[in-house]
């Protein structure tokens, strides 16, 4: 994996962080806000306290409005968790390649031993069958030479 693209999951991630957090802050200050908003509007609807309607259609619009900030902070919340699980495979990837390279280092070095130890091998019988297709000369108990 080249490190752009460890940067740019990285900047992601900060990001998503960003936008969970601006979202969190917005949602409460819709709550703060919306609160008093609200009851301003049944207020100048209703023109009195006592018009229920009023006070009920400002308090379902102010739920309305801070569910739709609850329902963006969990869908950030939810893209940060795919986000942070994405990186997590993505690690778990890089460190079976690195296991698995490893393994592979290790088989070529084991290759490459056994094949100088067969090179060996060959040599010595090779050597062996020189040595036994070579003249030979024998001693006799006289000590006279033979071929």
Request: glycine content about 10%; proline content about 1%.
């Amino acid at each position: 994996m080249c490190s752009h693209d460890q940067e740019t999951i990285t900047f992601n991630a900060d990001q998503a962080t960003t936008s969970m957090r601006s979202a969190a802050t917005g949602a409460g200050i819709a709550m703060v806000i919306l609160g008093p908003v609200g009851m301003a509007i049944a207020l100048t609807a209703g023109g009195q306290l006592a018009d229920v309607r009023a006070a009920y259609l400002a308090g379902v619009c102010c739920i309305l409005l801070a569910g739709h900030m609850v329902v963006a902070v969990g869908t950030r919340l939810g893209a940060l968790t795919l986000l942070r699980h994405q990186l997590a495979m993505e690690r778990l990837a890089e460190q079976e390649h690195a296991a698995l390279r490893g393994e592979i280092d290790g088989l070529k070095e084991l290759m490459a031993h056994l094949h100088d130890s067969q090179e060996r091998q060959i040599e010595l019988i090779g050597d062996y069958l020189e040595d036994q297709l070579r003249p030979r000369r024998y001693e006799h108990h006289n000590g006279h030479r033979h071929n």
